[in-house]
Structures are given as structure tokens and as C-alpha cells.
């Protein structure tokens, strides 16, 4: 459960590195018998846990209900497992090898069915198609290939007996492809000089040829352990030749016989070979390489070659159709990006719609702001109609303008020949004028106040009309006095 949900989140691997433990279930069908490797994939370490041999029953019933039957007891004993990794025999499979002016494995497979027309002895559309890239070059940019094809029918009918055990395979690779990934493991330890790689099943032979530490051809007869020997030998030994014969290389053919069990019968076999060979245990030197404490032998090198993946991420499989557990990995991770793209939806929608609440609020408290400051600075308005109260206050605001417009730099010197006639004119000390308020106006001057006595009335008249200012100056009859004067010189303002 947990690493499900980790996989909608992280990819499993990065360029071979297994960033979530993966336990890889690999099946091969051999001669008589079904043998399953379980290998822990961690980190770059490789743990081969355990392997498990089913033989098949021996009823009178076809080949393919044998195997299911095989298939569906071995998957009891097998325990937990995260992908099952099937093998295809080379015998059913074609493999050719091409070279691109390219490197990038995209384009690669994008050109291999026009490579391939013609060269198989079915269409390419009635084929699964895969490659392994054995020799890659930057100057000049070119990529040496080796391309495993096969008809889907055959495919079809080797996967019924999985899909009848409900067993869902991920991944169908060949086990002659997984001879070579254990072979490339060893690389630093065997000459890959020109040699030939033999590995002698019960029922077929598989030959890897290198050629300058590279793979150049793969191939595969139809006849092994089980057959008559004077079907396999002579077989063999022409194919062998036939390779030297096409070599321009001086360089002597070495033959290595891969043996897993250091198995007597391979030894006493190998005379019959015409060249000279050494038999390598290949599973020895794997052990060096990987955690495989948890065998009590090898049971089988083609089992456990196929669960051991390929360096740098890559994966060779011609299976095209789409497994079920792969159709639930990405509907979960089609779930998983519908949930997250409604949850941030969903986020928006609510930050915005605080965002807006906030907004709101402060616009409120802005408004009730403006409305005390209005009635703080204007008294005289008592609605509480914001737009009634702004209006006012805007009106009162336009007739202060008016007033204080005048001290623009176009009426500045009215005001102040005002002030200088009023100040120079009045004498303040011998009337005892006390000037409680002075409004002025664009054509009116308001006095407010009290002088001291009724003989300073009488002066405080004469001193107002020697400024020259007012067009009338009104008779002042008591010591109090409110009075308006006009301006002589009314707009003059």
C-alpha cells in the first residue's frame, strides 16, 4: 500500500538507481519444469532472495494447461512480489543488427519498422519490436543496435497460460538478452575480444558473438542437451565456422561454454566441439557481483539473468500491450492528478474568496472612516448618507476654495493691500479694539467685536472710512458691533 502511493509521487528508478524497493518475480519456461527467481531490487544493490522450481504434472492434457496449472501452484509459494519479468526463448525470435547516425534511443525506435520491412519473414505490423543499444559513438554520432523481433501470435500464445493463472506480466524480455546483460556485468573479468559465448540448454543452444568488446550477432539453434547429439554438434560447429569465415580479424576465435552448475556433462560435451573452448561458471563470478545469500545453489542462470535489470534505467521488453497492473498504476496516478488539480482549484477559490471577504472589510471600516472624519471636520452635516455627506462636504470644501483661492498668485496683492489698510488705518490701541471674528468674502468684509467706549464707536467709523476700502460704511451705534462692509472695488478679488 505504502509503495503504491509512493509511486504516484516518485519514479521507481533514475538511470538504475531504485529509488523505491522493488521485488522483481522472474519466470522462465524451461524443458520440463517452471523456474522463478525473487530478486530485491534497492538502491544499485541487486539481493536474490530465493528461487522455486515447479515441474510440470504429468496428466495427459495439453502443454498450456500444463503451464497454467505450474503457474497458478508456483505463484502460491512465491510470497510478495511487486513485477513479474517473463522470458521468451531466442528460438522464436529474430534478431538483427543495424546501425544509426543517432544516439537517441526516441528516434531509434521511431525507424526501426522501416529498417526492418523486408527483412523478416512476416510484416512488421504483426510484430513486437525492441532493441538494446550495444555501442554508442560521439564523433562521429553513431549507435550500433541489436533489434529482438517477434510475431504477436507467438507472444500471444506464450503469455495465455500467464493470463490464465491471473498472473499480470510486466515486463517479456529474451533470455538470450539476459544472457548478455550478465555478460556485460563481467566485462572488467572476461575478454571480450572476439569471442563466442555458448550456452547449450535441453532444448536449444544460444550463441552471443563479440567482436571488440561489442555484441555483434546472436543466434540461436533449435536443438540442445535434450536432442540427438548428432543434430546439435554438427550444427554447431558450422555456425562456428561460418562466423570465422566472415572475420577479417587475425585475432584467434576463443569459445567460452557458460555453465551455472558446473555440470559434468557440459565438461565431457566439450570435445565435440572442433574449436577450442574453456567452460566459464558464470554463476560464480555472479555472485561477486550481486547478494546471493539467499540461494542455496543456481538453479537456473537464464532466471535469474532476466531479474537482473540493465544498468543506466534501460528496459527491454516486447510485450506492447499494457498490463493490469500497470493500468492501475496510472489510474491511480490519473486519480491522483484529478484530486490535486481539484484540491488547488478548490485552494484558489478560497484564498480568493478570503482575499475578497478582507477586501470587503477594509472597505467597510474605509467608509465609516470617511464618514467620521466628514462629521469630525463638518459639523454642520448630520446625514449619515455617505454619498449625501461627500457631497456636502465637497460643496463646503468648493465655497472655502473660493475664499482661499484668493491668495493664488494672481489676487495675492488685493489681500494684502486689504490687510495693510485695515492695520495701518485702525488704531487698535486707542479704540481698545478687540476683534473677536473677521470673515472675508469675494466682495464682503465681516468685522465682529467691541471697542471701548461710544467714543471710540464714532472713531473706529472715520478710521474705517479713511482705508478707502468699503464702497458704505454703516453707522456703528453701539460699543458691540457685528457689521458687514462691502468692498469698493466689488470682483476685484
Not at 493463472?165 to 515486463?171: C, H, K, L
Not at 572475420?247 to 567460452?256: A, D, G, H, R, S
Not at 555472485?287 to 540461494?295: P, R, S, T, V, Y
Not at 465682529?448 to 482705508?467: I, M, Y
Amino acid at each position: 500500500m505504502i509503495r503504491n502511493l509512493l509511486t504516484l509521487f516518485a519514479p521507481e528508478q533514475l538511470k538504475g538507481n531504485y529509488i523505491i524497493s522493488t521485488k522483481i518475480l522472474s519466470i522462465t519456461i524451461e524443458h520440463n519444469k517452471i523456474v522463478a527467481t525473487v530478486a530485491l531490487l534497492k538502491g544499485t544493490a541487486i539481493t536474490l532472495e530465493k528461487t522455486i522450481i515447479e515441474p510440470f504434472e504429468e496428466a495427459k492434457t495439453s502443454l498450456s494447461l500444463k503451464i497454467t496449472q505450474a503457474l497458478t501452484s508456483l505463484i502460491k509459494k512465491v510470497g510478495h512480489y511487486d513485477k513479474v519479468v517473463a522470458c521468451l526463448p531466442s528460438s522464436l525470435v529474430i534478431f538483427k543488427s543495424f546501425s544509426f547516425p543517432f544516439t537517441d534511443p526516441d528516434k531509434i525506435k521511431m525507424v526501426l519498422s522501416y529498417q526492418l520491412e523486408g527483412q523478416l519473414p512476416f510484416s512488421t505490423q504483426d510484430a513486437c519490436i525492441d532493441f538494446i543499444i550495444t555501442q554508442e559513438q560521439s564523433d562521429p554520432v553513431k549507435a550500433d543496435v541489436i533489434v529482438a523481433a517477434a510475431q504477436k501470435k507467438l507472444i500471444e500464445e506464450f503469455l495465455k497460460p500467464f493470463n490464465d493463472a491471473g498472473i499480470a506480466v510486466e515486463t517479456l524480455t529474451v533470455d538470450a538478452i539476459g544472457l548478455y546483460n550478465l555478460i556485460m556485468r563481467q566485462k572488467e573479468t572476461i575478454s571480450l575480444a572476439n569471442t563466442v559465448f555458448i550456452d547449450i540448454e535441453q532444448e536449444a543452444t544460444k550463441l552471443l558473438f563479440f567482436t571488440n568488446n561489442q555484441l555483434q550477432y546472436i543466434r540461436t539453434l533449435r536443438s540442445g542437451l535434450a536432442t540427438k547429439t548428432d543434430e546439435l554438434w554438427p550444427s554447431l560447429n558450422f555456425t562456428l565456422q561460418s562466423y570465422v569465415n566472415e572475420q577479417t580479424t587475425m585475432e584467434p576465435l576463443k569459445i567460452i561454454l557458460i555453465d551455472a552448475t558446473e555440470s559434468v556433462q557440459l565438461k565431457l560435451l566439450q570435445n565435440k566441439i572442433e574449436f577450442v573452448s574453456e567452460i566459464m561458471n558464470l554463476g560464480k563470478l555472479l555472485q561477486n557481483k550481486i547478494n546471493a545469500q539467499g540461494l542455496t545453489k543456481l538453479e537456473s542462470l537464464t532466471s535469474i539473468a532476466i531479474a537482473i535489470p540493465f544498468g543506466k534505467g534501460h528496459i527491454f521488453s516486447l510485450q506492447e500491450a499494457i498490463t493490469l497492473n500497470q493500468k492501475r498504476l496510472i489510474d491511480h496516478q490519473t486519480i491522483t492528478a484529478l484530486f490535486f488539480s481539484i484540491s488547488t482549484v478548490l485552494l484558489l477559490a478560497t484564498h480568493t474568496f478570503l482575499q475578497i471577504r478582507k477586501i470587503s472589510t477594509e472597505l467597510i471600516d474605509s467608509q465609516n472612516e470617511v464618514m467620521s472624519s466628514i462629521k469630525e471636520n463638518f459639523p454642520t452635516i448630520t446625514t449619515n448618507n455617505r454619498q449625501d455627506a461627500l457631497n456636502l462636504a465637497a460643496r463646503e470644501v468648493q465655497n472655502e476654495s473660493k475664499i482661499w483661492s484668493s491668495f493664488s498668485s494672481e489676487t495675492r496683492k488685493s489681500f494684502l493691500e486689504y490687510f495693510h489698510g485695515l492695520s495701518t488705518k485702525i488704531d487698535r490701541e486707542t479704540l481698545g479694539l478687540n476683534l473677536k471674528k473677521m470673515l472675508i468674502s469675494k466682495n464682503t468684509i465681516m468685522l465682529e467685536g467691541n471697542v471701548r467706549s461710544f467714543e471710540a464707536v464714532e472713531q473706529f467709523e472715520a478710521q474705517l472710512k479713511e482705508t478707502k476700502l468699503f464702497s458704505v460704511v454703516p453707522d456703528l451705534q453701539k460699543v458691540e458691533f457685528s457689521v458687514t462692509l462691502p468692498l469698493d472695488n466689488q470682483g476685484a478679488l
